[in-house]
């Protein structure tokens, strides 16, 4: 079977078949060939895989974000944030990465981080003559910790298909998303000083407290999200439910920068790309239930331990197999489609499944940040109106940084594990 597995992957691909559909395919191909069960357990297993209570928080995530992008959450908190720290060398370029956090932890989405923010910061880091690539690298890559900092659709979606949970791991990727961010903006600051890049006079303190005024409803979302979900008030997908109720009554009643005549439209947006998530995730549970039925997670973790005998030459194979995928197969589905293959090899090397999970978010982020697959560069090619080829120098750089970053989470997993450890185990 796991021939044609390889096989059928492998023509699909070629093909240009899309991966949910590729899933589908395959997980059929191999039902009608290598076993007795009739075929009609597909649309039975796709059904199964989405009557998740959980699943409803990614819908729901992805309508706050598509709100508070169309509404002004991104640029009260970029004035805030920049009322803090643009007045130093570098400052104004950090104050961008602190809104990618902050952001972040509203949406949940990298893209949307990236839209929202960058359409803001780019314009007003040219004019206040930062270098143009440096910009476009920064903010294309700070915005990526969307999928990072929780709450995170990604994470939600690891945890589906690994059956783990969803606030520990929302917890585990504070502060490795912290540590990226801190790393970004500490490069900004070196940058900003040896080229004296400065953007504006140190504020007074009145001009602080009325930008702090006017973002304190974005500044107190993801601490009503996070504190609830930790607190034990709701669940995650009852704080994606409150996120929107939220985002609904601050962008039209509270800033009304958003109508009511509006949310149609943004509604239909978040329902598009809810959809294409959702197919994906459906067809990977399915492809997923196949594997399990056949017990292939389990031979390939007794190969695996036939041949490789540390923990950590395992995890430094699975980063580079996933650095690789990442330039040639959509992140999400790799992660999707591998993380439940890796299971049981996991349980034999001790190996958290929370910390894995950051692990494999953090080479989702990777994914994302390069070419021909990499969601980001397409959303900051169409803010920025710059050729692929250009997005792609300019990230690069970071890139490194990122990888430094990769290392460190990877082998020091108390990055991850130590919130979790102390707060909910």
Not at 236 to 245: I, L, Q, R, Y
Not at 353 to 377: A, D, K
Not at 415 to 424: E, R
């Amino acid at each position: 079977m796991i021939w044609t597995l390889i096989l059928s992957f492998s023509g699909l691909m070629i093909f240009g078949v899309p991966i949910a559909v590729m899933l589908i395919a395959v997980t059929g191909i191999a039902v009608v060939l290598h076993t007795s069960t009739p075929l009609g357990i597909i649309p039975e297993q796709l059904f199964n895989g989405l009557d998740s209570f959980v699943l409803l928080a990614v819908p729901f995530f992805i309508l706050a974000g598509a709100i508070m992008a169309r509404g002004s959450i991104a640029r009260r908190l970029v004035a805030f944030i920049n009322s803090l720290v643009g007045w130093v060398p570098g400052g104004l370029a950090v104050a961008g990465v602190g809104a990618c956090v902050f952001f972040a932890a509203i949406s949940g989405s990298g893209m949307a981080t990236i839209a929202a923010i960058g359409t803001i910061m780019l314009p007003a880091l040219r004019d206040a003559g930062y270098d143009k690539r440096f910009s476009l690298g920064l903010l294309t890559t700070a915005g990526s910790l969307g999928i990072v900092i929780p709450p995170s659709i990604p994470m939600i979606l690891y945890c589906l298909v690994m059956n783990t949970s969803v606030a520990e791991l929302f917890m585990a990727g504070i502060l490795p998303g912290l540590l990226i961010g801190g790393v970004l903006a500490g490069a900004t600051l070196f940058l900003g000083y040896r080229n004296n890049w400065r953007a504006s006079q140190r504020p007074s303190l009145a001009e602080i407290l009325r930008t702090a005024r006017e973002g304190v409803w974005a500044i107190l979302l993801p601490v009503i999200v996070l504190g609830g979900i930790y607190g034990g008030v709701f669940t995650a997908t009852e704080a994606a439910a409150v996120s929107v109720v939220y985002a609904i009554f601050v962008e039209v009643f509270v800033h009304k920068d958003c109508r009511l005549r509006d949310l149609p439209e943004i509604c239909l947006d978040a329902c598009v790309l809810s959809s294409c998530i959702l197919i994906l995730l459906a067809g990977a549970l399915t492809f997923n239930w196949l594997l399990t039925a056949e017990q292939i997670p389990t031979h390939l973790a007794q190969f695996t331990l036939q041949y490789i005998h540390s923990p950590w030459m395992f995890l430094l194979l699975v980063n580079l197999l996933l650095l690789a995928l990442g330039c040639v197969m959509d992140s999400v589905s790799a992660v999707l489609v591998l993380a439940p293959l890796f299971a049981d090899t996991l349980q034999a090397y001790q190996i958290d499944y929370i910390h894995f999970g950051i692990v494999m978010i953090l080479n989702m982020e990777f994914g994302m940040l390069t070419p021909p697959f990499g969601l980001n560069l397409f959303v900051a090619m169409g803010i920025s109106g710059e050729p692929m080829e250009a997005v792609g120098r300019s990230v690069l750089p970071f890139l490194l940084l990122l990888l430094a970053s990769l290392i460190a989470i990877t082998y020091v997993p108390d990055i991850s594990l130590i919130l979790p450890k102390l707060f909910l185990r």
